[in-house]
């Protein structure tokens, strides 16, 4: 995947997390860091299993239509706690707050460059 078709899949990712409401959405670049599993995550929360789940299905369907692309894998959609939608250079975590705060994956990745999002 070329560093162009990366940044559209995380725009699409962000279109479709935006669309259902997604709750802090945070962008990490890890082009710069070597020996990652991709270059790049997006990270947000829901709300409830519910909520988790349609972040999930909304993001697949706008990377559908816009990039014409499907995840290799997709992971956690049974109980929604948190949801990992792999597209290989992209990986997306969909977390419940409480997840979230516990895993805290943007802080494993601290020399890497984080954006948060602003909400529509």
Known sequence: M????SIKLVEATI????E???IDIVT???TKI???LCKYFVICNGTSNTH???LTDSVIET???TCDDKPI???GKGNSLWVLIDYADVIVHIFQKDQRNLYQLEDLWIDAEATNINEH
């Open 34 to 36: 070597e020996n990652t």
């Open 73 to 75: 894998h997709v992971e």
């Open 63 to 65: 990377v559908v239509k």
């Open 15 to 18: 279109k479709g997390l935006q």
């Open 2 to 5: 070329t560093r162009d078709k």
């Open 20 to 22: 259902k409401k997604a």
């Open 28 to 30: 990490i670049n890890l």
């Open 52 to 54: 988790v789940d349609a």
